[in-house]
């Protein structure tokens, strides 16, 4: 029988979910073993990313994305960050000023570059 990647990573998600330590290591050496075994060791990438978004939606994380155009208010926007968030946060020197914020699938653009932009548009239009 064959599984999916998201099948294998539920299984994977199931398997290590209560457990830790060498015990957690015990358990992925078994599952290498079971993908090896159903020839599917090559679908370890596709297998990784279904476990990161299953792993993400089973424990109620948001996928955060900050663009800020300086260091320092990087620095800040990672040290405040709340646990519930799983993500990163970029310098983009092209956004001259303000930030850029994705969680999930919405995006709010409060840059500088995004508002000349805006400006723009509407003085072609």
Same mark, same amino acid.
């Given at each position: ?13 199931? *398997? ?10 015990? +358990?992925? !050496?078994?599952?290498? &073993?079971? =993908?090896? $075994? %159903? ?21 109620? *994380?948001?996928e955060i ?7 320092? +208010?990087? !620095?800040?926007?990672? &040290?405040? =960050?709340? $646990? %519930? ?35 723009? !548009?509407?003085?072609?239009?």
């Amino acid at each position: 029988m064959t599984y999916s990647p998201l099948q294998y990573a539920r299984a994977l998600y199931d *398997l290590t979910a209560e457990t830790s330590g060498a015990n957690k290591n015990e +358990a992925i !050496k078994s599952f290498a &073993s079971f =993908l090896q $075994k %159903n020839n599917a060791l090559h679908l370890y990438r596709e297998i990784g990313n279904a476990f990161s978004e299953y792993a993400r939606k089973t424990e109620g *994380l948001k996928e955060i994305s900050i663009k800020t155009a300086n260091e320092k +208010a990087a !620095k800040k926007i990672s &040290s405040a =960050l709340h $646990k %519930n968030f799983v993500g990163e946060v970029i310098i983009d020197p092209n956004l001259i000023a303000g930030v850029s914020v994705t969680i999930d699938d919405i995006r709010v653009d409060n840059s500088i570059k995004n508002r000349l932009s805006e400006i723009r !548009k509407t003085l072609t239009r």
